[in-house]
């Protein structure tokens, strides 16, 4: 007869044979994987030290390049602009690198800087829409027309076009100097702009900003900048956007232009401000718009060519 010790040892019997098989099958399996996983790791290290060498290798090259560029810059400018006038606007994200080395290219291009407007985070904010629209049309020269577009970043681009930019057939004023004043004093009553320097209206603009707006209302400061660059350029000879790749983005000033038929049509834009190959290529686009023409260029996707007269493949 089979005792009650016989069912419980019998029982403990096969629970340890599961255990132990348990064991020895894990341990097998778990040396398999762990192989597996180490020669996985290891040829995932390779390929991130191959790739790490092609990148330093890619940026040593991009480097060259942009100093290759910024040594004949002067050369590829030289009396580019000869004799003409340009007015710098910056954001509040340009940077003084950019600005300043465009300065110096203009100069270099034979064409004389009469000033910089710059504008604040305020010029931009949704917040403030009512109240720069409320300026810009109180502050209307006499005898200025300005679009039937409501937006505050077009009524700006109007009123600081109509006395900041020379009459694009005529290089005359479009507007008394006093006007000039009156204008820019209220912008910078209401916080939309530094008080400036002795500024005087140009022939051209460029319209320095930095990368893409962020937060709320990331999408309507982008548009305002946008729109204020585009009724900017239509009151004078031409105008260049330029900012940074992140510009170029949809929250970006430059990104928006892009995506407007109605901007770039007119208005030329950079995206690469920030390197030497852009601050030349930002030069060239000035020529051009004095030639009636626009382009999108810089290095990101939305743009057509580096450069004006330079063709970029795959495009």
């Known amino acids: 007869m089979i005792s009650l010790r016989y069912h419980i040892v019998s029982i403990a019997a096969v629970f340890l044979a599961l255990a132990v098989g348990v064991v020895l099958g894990s341990t097998a399996l778990n040396?398999?994987?762990?192989?597996?996983?180490?020669?996985?790791?290891?040829?995932?290290?390779?390929?991130?030290?191959?790739?790490?060498?092609?990148?330093?290798t890619l940026n040593a090259r991009?480097?060259?390049?942009?100093?290759?560029?910024?040594?004949?810059?002067?050369?590829?400018?030289?009396?580019?602009?000869?004799?003409?006038?340009?007015?710098?606007?910056?954001?509040?994200?340009?940077?003084?690198?950019?600005?300043?080395?465009?300065?110096?290219?203009?100069?270099q291009a034979g064409a004389s800087v009469t000033g910089e407007?710059?504008?604040?985070?305020?010029?931009?904010?949704?917040?403030?829409?009512?109240?720069?629209?409320?300026?810009?049309?109180?502050?209307?020269?006499?005898?200025?027309?300005?679009?039937?577009?409501?937006?505050?970043?077009?009524?700006?681009?109007?009123?600081?076009?109509?006395?900041?930019?020379?009459?694009?057939?005529?290089?005359?004023?479009?507007s008394a100097p006093t006007e000039l004043t009156a204008a820019l004093s209220g912008l910078a009553d209401g916080g939309f702009i530094k008080p400036p320097e002795d500024v005087a209206p140009a022939q051209l603009a460029v319209v320095l900003t930095g990368g893409k707006a962020s937060g709320d209302g990331a999408g309507d400061r982008a548009a305002t900048l946008a729109r204020f660059a585009t009724q900017l350029d239509r009151a004078g000879a031409g105008t260049v956007l330029a900012g940074d790749p992140a510009s170029a983005e949809g929250t970006g000033a430059v990104g928006v232009a892009r995506a407007d038929t109605a901007s770039t049509s007119i208005m030329s834009t950079v995206d690469n401000v920030g390197s030497s190959a852009g601050r030349v290529a930002t030069l060239l686009a000035l020529r051009e718009q004095l030639e009636g023409n626009a382009g999108r260029y810089g290095v990101a996707g939305n743009a057509e060519a580096p450069a004006p007269g330079v063709e970029q493949e795959g495009r």
Not at 31 to 56: C, F, P, Q, W, Y
Not at 149 to 166: N, Q, R
């Open 31 to 56: 040396g398999t994987l762990l192989s597996g996983l180490s020669d996985e790791k290891s040829e995932l290290a390779n390929r991130v030290t191959d790739l790490e060498a092609e990148r330093n």
């Open 62 to 107: 991009l480097a060259d390049a942009d100093a290759f560029a910024g040594s004949v810059g002067g050369k590829v400018v030289d009396g580019l602009l000869d004799k003409r006038s340009v007015i710098l606007v910056t954001t509040e994200g340009a940077k003084p690198a950019d600005r300043d080395a465009i300065k110096e290219l203009v100069g």
């Open 117 to 174: 407007v710059q504008l604040t985070s305020s010029f931009a904010d949704p917040g403030k829409a009512d109240q720069l629209r409320e300026v810009a049309t109180r502050l209307q020269p006499a005898g200025a027309q300005f679009p039937t577009a409501g937006d505050p970043g077009t009524l700006a681009g109007a009123l600081l076009g109509s006395v900041l930019m020379l009459d694009k057939d005529s290089a005359d004023r479009q």
